[in-house]
């Protein structure tokens, strides 16, 4: 896997791509899983199965009912002071901190409570009005989902 491909390009349902630059100076493990799993077309197809309106859209658990996971091993936590602001992409996990796996939620609102707490590994550069435009529900009814999920320089 090139190191050099550190934009994440999410073609969603709802009309376009969602551009993402990732921030491997905040989080290297969770960049390269993130890496790694898109490589293998883990989120191709994956629906984002909470959405709540003014916070975040969460995606990334095959399942499509926010339990699941990947089947590597969880991650240990990588917080950093970048801020939960709208664009962020961070990962989604339990309450314990190393439980991140392969979920991960972009906020559409700040959410600045989240800071130091979750372990942001991206933001948004193009393409919020997408993840604006999913259905919204905890689950929804009609979930929006990943297209195809790609790495490029």
């Not at 293998?40 to 996971?69: K, L, S």
């Amino acid at each position: 896997m090139a190191d050099e491909l550190n934009t994440l390009v999410l073609n969603l349902d709802t009309g376009g791509d969602v551009v993402i630059r990732l921030r491997p100076d905040l989080a290297p493990g969770h960049v390269a899983r993130i890496k790694e799993l898109v490589e293998e077309g883990f989120y191709d197809g994956v629906v984002f199965h909470r959405v709540i309106p003014g916070f975040m859209a969460q995606g990334g658990d095959p399942t499509g009912t926010g339990t699941g996971g990947s089947k590597k091993p969880d991650l240990k936590a990588e917080f950093s002071s970048a801020p939960h602001r709208r664009g962020a992409v961070s990962m989604a996990r339990t309450s314990y901190p190393h439980s991140a796996n392969s979920q991960f939620f972009i906020v559409t609102d700040d959410a600045r409570f989240l800071d130091n707490q979750y372990t942001v590994w991206g933001e948004v550069t193009d393409g919020m009005e997408h993840v604006d435009a999913l259905p919204k529900g905890e689950p929804p009814a009609t979930p929006g989902k990943i297209v195809k999920a790609s790495l490029r320089a």
